[in-house]
């Protein structure tokens, strides 16, 4: 029970419980409605060549509303409290919401309806709830002086986030005014930029905090995350650089500057998870290290692709995509989200009712296990049937993936729900007012 | 700490007059150092001192309840120490000027790494300097040589032993009111991964004391799980303290 003791401001390193439930949320239903529509347009998936449509409008589906909204609810939450610094203020950060879901819904309808004005329109508003995001994130993390590499890795995804934005604002405006002079190039740096840049040093820097954090083990640190840091930040630069300047060798070298870091930073990981004083580690681990697997998976296609050793259009490009982004990206946030969900209840029920329950409590096993068998063997499948081709089995696997999601729905939904009851017997028992 | 109560040197100067100018010097300098430090230097008990601090007892050396300067036994370590290879500071010329010798003994540090220890004088035991070289991986002891004069070894231990354990960055130590672990200055997730560790090491009696400069959000549910309590303790505006104690079982 809390004393009357000045805790100098740190007890405000909570967002109000509304805010990051708002962003998971949305993200938990995007996350059903991308497989689904994988599961549509299963028949464009293999010969997918860029531009408009359903596969576009499925991706940014995945990538707006399902991984960046994660993202924005993790890190506005999760980095106060990890660097130290106090909360962003609420307004701000149900602006960000707002203003990126709404130009996220507008984008993704505008791009599965080759509406020009609507995908214009949807660029602009989530365009401006992501520079809105950037700015609030880049004052969490201005003052900030440990830890270290969270804090090298979540400015380089600021800067990532920015160009990313810029390159996404300019093929939305492409699209009705035909002004850049290849869309392909632009577009695959902005693809490049958004998941490597972005997403990807987002979520290497808050391994650094959640992964320790979930295995109790002490953070990989020194010269060797330095290192990881440093090439993976030279690996998505040349990357961008090759791809906005079409040269196969640079983004060749890219890719392999990337499994070079990437591969240093899942050595540094998995030695912090080897030597962890957590005698058995939690389930969402299978999770995590399959995404780490995919993580290099994804980038040894992508330097085949640049190598010119497979297709690099059609099938080799989505398996990349598919790899990338529901492989990598998606079974990292998935894992991530199955522990601090439930983590970040507890630690609302502590501020709100004196006491945390624990999270364990809050768990139910059986759909966190439906998720886990249905997220795998979606991955399995979908990816077998882009590398043969099968749109039918394509369809199946982004099937199966619906109904991993719809578990994880309802493990989110059975957290919120034991929450709720939680606190309602706290103020019950203590007489207050719910 | 000695550095908010502007008062206390005054006071302290009829208790150890040439101790008192010292301690002013260095709690200007310093400002990690305690009452506990003047009394450990002055040889006198913490609870003499701060009722001089205080006016609740008169400005003179109290004739009864002289502490020992160092009730340890000296460490196994010591006899093996090599004293005369490892490097040396005096810090009592920079106390005496008020000047800070944190950086300078933070760089003989640095060569004590490789040299297997160093040694510092000092016109006080500096717990607060003891705690962070024992965060860097020395272990350390101090011994009252003469009036205003200590001297601290300070042993570089093994690797293995300095970093395989995540606790090893957090100082822990066994006081009346409960084993405290002191995980101030420690980036996330340590100071969650130090405090959970001792918990479930075993090596308490169900309380635990934790210094800590913020509040330990991520700690909270963790406790939960282990069916752990806390409260909070009053503390400086410099540090959160807060009792965990075992819930029943």
Known sequence: MPGAVDLGGASQRLLPEHIPLRFFGAAIVAHIIAWLGLALCADQVADFAGGPGPVVATVHVLTLGVLVLTAMGASLQMLPVALGQPIPPARGCTAVFWLTLAGAAGLIGGVATFSRPAIMGGAAAAGSGLMAYAVILRGIVRKARQPRAVLLHVRAALVALVLAVALALLLSFDDAAFILPDHGRIAGAHLLLAAFGFMGMLALGLSYVLIPMFAMGEAPGGWPADLSFAIAVAAVAAGACGALVGQRWIIAAAAVGGLAGCGLHVGLMARAVARRMRRKLGREFVLIRASWALLLAALALGLGLALELLPSTGTGTALFGFLLVFGWLLTLLTGVLQRILPFLASMHTARSSGRAIAPTKLIHDLPLTLHRYCHLAALALVASGIALDVPGVIATGAAVGVGGAIAFAWFAGTVLHRTRAHLLASAVRQGGRV | ?249
């Open chain 2, 1 to 249: 700490m000695l550095a908010a109560i502007p008062a206390a040197a005054g006071r302290l100067r009829a208790l150890d007059p040439a101790l008192a100018e010292n301690a002013g010097n260095a709690a200007a300098a310093v400002p990690g150092l305690t009452v506990r430090d003047f009394a450990s230097a002055a040889g006198l008990p913490v609870a003499a001192v701060l009722a001089v601090i205080t006016g609740e007892a008169p400005a003179a050396r109290p004739a009864v309840g002289i502490a020992k300067p160092e009730d340890d036994a000296p460490p196994d370590w010591l006899e093996r120490f090599p004293e005369s290879a490892v490097p040396a500071i005096d810090v009592r010329p920079w106390l005496a000027a008020g000047r800070d010798p944190f950086a300078a003994v933070m760089a003989v540090a640095e060569k004590g790494i490789e040299a297997g220890g160093l040694v510092i004088d000092a016109p006080f035991d500096p717990r607060p300097l003891r705690l962070v070289l024992e965060r860097r991986g020395f272990a350390t002891f101090a011994r009252r040589l003469a009036a205003q004069h200590w001297r601290i070894w300070c042993c570089r231990r093994p690797a293995a032993d300095a970093t395989a354990s995540p606790a090893s960055g957090a100082a822990i130590w066994h006081d009346a009111d409960g084993v405290h672990i002191d995980v101030r200055g420690l980036p996330a997730p340590a100071p969650m991964v130090a405090i959970l560790q001792l918990i479930d090491c075993g090596a308490h009696d169900g309380v635990i004391v934790v210094h800590h400069y913020r509040e330990p959000t991520f700690l909270f549910p963790e406790l939960a799980e282990r069916n752990w309590d806390h409260v909070y303790l009053d503390a400086g505006p410099a540090e959160l303290r807060l009792k965990l104690t075992r819930g029943p079982r």
